[in-house]
């Protein structure tokens, strides 16, 4: 190659969450109604509309592609407040509708607490960057 530096200059995003309060959605109980919208006000207020979806082993939510594009995790708590592990997440899309599904390492109980954290605007932290002939290896 011909190159022995790079030059360049750009904008990196990061989700930091805890700038927005409205970037944390709890919903008590979430698990309990498969297959219903799910309802609280923070996705109200984010303008999200979900469903949950039953799957064994897993959370599944269901919705518009660019709504669950903005959930950014997905925790289940426990009634103790404990937090069941997840080993991966899914999401599956036509399009216009899309599912995400958590799977977690044990099943969750009826009246565990679903946690979304949700992309918002003012949970966006936007870092200006510039590189100036950095020497490359």
Known sequence: RGAATVTGSGTVELWAPGRDPGAEVRIPKGLSRPGRPLAAPGLRE?????????????????????????????????????????????????????????????????????????LTRKSVLAVPFELKEVPLP
């Open 46 to 118: 984010a303008g999200l509309s979900l469903r949950l979806v039953a799957r064994e082993g897993a959370v599944a939510l269901a919705g518009r592609a660019a709504d669950l594009e903005r959930i950014r995790s997905v925790l289940v708590l426990k009634p103790d407040g404990a937090e069941i592990p997840s080993s991966g997440r899914q999401v599956t899309s036509d399009g216009a509708a899309s599912t995400l599904e958590v799977f977690l390492a044990e099943p969750p109980p009826p009246d565990a607490t679903l946690v979304l954290g949700l």
